[in-house]
């Protein structure tokens, strides 16, 4: 038994241990500068494993994103071992290790914090300090779930395991550690994490979790404008951008993120408002298996096309001009999303910037189009309006006239451009 605090709280369990020829994880597969952190680490004595996300990975033979290493030396011993390495954060201070490109994060392992006695780490059923020191057995419970608390120990190769990750693992599940309800309570963007990991690995939500997070959902209003985007970013540019939304939408969580849209796709015609928000999300999963760069001003713009549209329909109805309804209807429905979720202004922008260039499209004669080439937010503009007459608005034949426009391009205006520029970028490349 520990005594924290002055008093008994927990009993140390015991893990199950699964040497290295019991599972897949070769040290092959770890990152150079990882492996450099690990035994650097374990030979000067301390605790050293590798641990979160780039364990389940690695068992489940996927490439992990990045590599998060343990250990039981404080951040300042952590920096002493390594010169190419900071300290970070406030709240809990944990080092960075980079190698070049790639950065190695090292935290010392993570004590309890307490709701029931008053040590202040817990208010309302919420973490609000996360900074205490702990041992392994301590560090584990403070994770969110199973598959995420596996330790890989660099010492003997061995997988340590005290939440039974590996048969979660093996059976493609996603369970939080401990009482589903408080985990999530605790920390509401665990709700959003669920289906994160659920949709990526395409793994299950195990009942027990799963049953609580529509009626938990609500709760994602407690956690910071700024975190929220973050979280979006990582739910919304992993590839999985189209099955996540449908499970948020499953679990009555897309409805705290993005009231607005989910307002308007309350309201069908003919499928049109589903259709379009689709297809924006696996737009951005292709490009991204392409390769080719992705923009949350883009999605964003996407995201609230609909309600913005709406909404200037509106103001056209009571006499407004085209332009200005749709400038008014853009600043509202921004500022209302943005008090949901906080979107840099850059991305804000290229939205509001999106919008306006769609009824300018609309605007062929004289020279006009030209100049709209020139723009440095034409290619948007257009790939949007490709998007629109994909899901179904009645803007194909311009859409085609813009593809076709671009393809046997400017040949009367080039006196005002450098010619050299010109000879170099071919016809019909991007813009
Ligand atoms: P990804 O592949 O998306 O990076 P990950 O599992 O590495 O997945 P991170 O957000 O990088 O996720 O976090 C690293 C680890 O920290 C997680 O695996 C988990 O153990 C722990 N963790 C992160 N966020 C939370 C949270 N909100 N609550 C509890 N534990 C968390
Ligand atoms: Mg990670």
Same mark, same amino acid.
């Given at each position: 038994?520990?005594?924290?605090?002055?008093?008994?709280?927990y009993?140390?369990?015991?893990?199950a241990?699964?040497p290295?020829? @019991?599972h897949?994880?070769s *040290?092959?597969?770890i990152? $150079?500068g990882?492996l450099?952190?690990?035994?650097?680490?374990?030979?000067a004595?301390?605790a050293s494993y590798?641990?979160g996300?780039s364990?389940r990975d690695?068992l489940?033979?996927?490439?992990?994103?990045?590599f998060?290493?343990?250990?039981?030396?404080t951040?300042?011993?952590v920096?002493e071992?390594f =010169?190419n390495?900071?300290?970070?954060g406030?709240?809990?201070?944990?080092a960075h290790v980079?190698?070049g490109? @790639?950065?190695v #994060?090292?935290s +010392? /392992?993570?004590?309890?914090?307490h709701d029931?006695n008053?040590a202040?780490h817990?208010v309302d059923?919420r973490?609000i300090?996360?900074?205490?020191?702990g041992?392994?057995?301590e560090?584990?419970?403070?994770?969110d779930? *199973?598959?995420?608390?596996l /330790?890989?120990?660099?010492a003997d190769?061995s997988v340590?395991d005290?939440?039974?990750?590996?048969d979660d693992?093996?059976?493609?599940?996603i369970?939080l550690i401990?009482d589903p309800r408080?985990?999530?309570?605790?920390d509401?963007?665990?709700?959003?994490?669920?289906?994160?990991?659920a949709t990526?690995l395409g793994f299950?939500?195990?009942?027990? *979790?799963?049953?609580?997070?529509s009626g938990?959902a609500?709760?994602l209003?407690?956690i910071?404008?700024a975190?929220?985007?973050e #979280?979006?970013l990582?739910?919304?540019f992993?590839?999985y951008?189209?099955? +996540? /939304? #449908?499970?948020?939408r499953h679990? #009555?969580l897309f409805?705290?993120?993005?009231?607005q849209t989910?307002?308007?796709l309350?309201h069908q015609?003919?499928?049109?408002p589903y259709? /379009?928000v &689709?297809?924006a999300?696996r737009n951005t999963?292709?490009?991204?298996t392409?390769?080719?760069?992705?923009?949350?001003g883009?999605?964003?713009?996407?995201?609230?096309w609909?309600p913005m $549209?709406r909404?200037?329909?509106?103001?056209?109805?009571?006499?407004?001009n @085209?332009? $200005?309804?749709?400038?008014l209807a853009?600043?509202?429905?921004?500022s209302r999303?943005t008090?949901?979720i906080?979107?840099?202004?850059r991305? *804000?922008s290229m &939205?509001?910037d999106i919008w306006q260039m769609?009824p300018?499209l609309a605007?062929?004669?004289?020279?006009r189009?030209h100049?709209?080439?020139?723009?440095p937010?034409?290619?948007?503009?257009?790939d949007f309006?490709l998007?629109r007459?994909?899901?179904?608005e009645?803007?194909n034949?311009l &859409?085609e006239?813009?593809t076709?426009?671009q393809?046997n391009k400017?040949?009367q205006?080039?006196?005002? =451009?450098?010619?050299?520029?010109?000879?170099?970028?071919?016809?019909?490349?991007k813009?």
């Amino acid at each position: 038994m520990n005594k924290i605090h002055g008093k008994v709280s927990y009993l140390r369990p015991q893990p199950a241990i699964f040497p290295r020829e @019991e599972h897949n994880i070769s *040290t092959k597969n770890i990152s $150079d500068g990882a492996l450099k952190v690990l035994y650097r680490l374990k030979n000067a004595g301390y605790a050293s494993y590798l641990v979160g996300g780039s364990v389940r990975d690695l068992l489940l033979g996927r490439e992990p994103k990045d590599f998060d290493v343990v250990t039981d030396a404080t951040p300042q011993q952590v920096r002493e071992l390594f =010169r190419n390495s900071r300290l970070i954060g406030r709240r809990f201070r944990l080092a960075h290790v980079r190698f070049g490109d @790639e950065i190695v #994060e090292v935290s +010392t /392992f993570r004590g309890p914090h307490h709701d029931d006695n008053g040590a202040g780490h817990i208010v309302d059923g919420r973490i609000i300090r996360d900074n205490v020191y702990g041992t392994i057995d301590e560090d584990v419970w403070r994770r969110d779930f *199973t598959v995420n608390a596996l /330790f890989y120990n660099i010492a003997d190769e061995s997988v340590v395991d005290y939440v039974n990750g590996m048969d979660d693992i093996k059976s493609c599940c996603i369970r939080l550690i401990g009482d589903p309800r408080r985990r999530f309570t605790e920390d509401p963007v665990r709700l959003l994490r669920a289906v994160r990991f659920a949709t990526k690995l395409g793994f299950r939500i195990s009942p027990d *979790t799963g049953t609580h997070i529509s009626g938990l959902a609500s709760s994602l209003k407690e956690i910071s404008t700024a975190r929220l985007f973050e #979280e979006c970013l990582k739910m919304f540019f992993n590839g999985y951008a189209l099955q +996540t /939304f #449908e499970q948020l939408r499953h679990y #009555e969580l897309f409805k705290e993120l993005f009231p607005q849209t989910e307002e308007a796709l309350t309201h069908q015609h003919g499928g049109f408002p589903y259709t /379009f928000v &689709a297809n924006a999300l696996r737009n951005t999963d292709n490009r991204l298996t392409q390769n080719k760069p992705v923009t949350p001003g883009f999605l964003l713009a996407a995201l609230l096309w609909l309600p913005m $549209d709406r909404l200037a329909q509106n103001h056209m109805a009571q006499g407004m001009n @085209e332009m $200005d309804a749709i400038i008014l209807a853009g600043d509202i429905v921004i500022s209302r999303q943005t008090s949901t979720i906080a979107v840099p202004r850059r991305f *804000t922008s290229m &939205a509001r910037d999106i919008w306006q260039m769609q009824p300018r499209l609309a605007r062929r004669s004289h020279r006009r189009p030209h100049r709209m080439l020139e723009n440095p937010r034409f290619r948007a503009a257009y790939d949007f309006l490709l998007l629109r007459a994909e899901s179904g608005e009645d803007v194909n034949e311009l &859409a085609e006239w813009w593809t076709e426009f671009q393809r046997n391009k400017p040949d009367q205006k080039s006196h005002s =451009r450098n010619r050299r520029n010109r000879r170099r970028r071919p016809r019909g490349r991007k813009v």
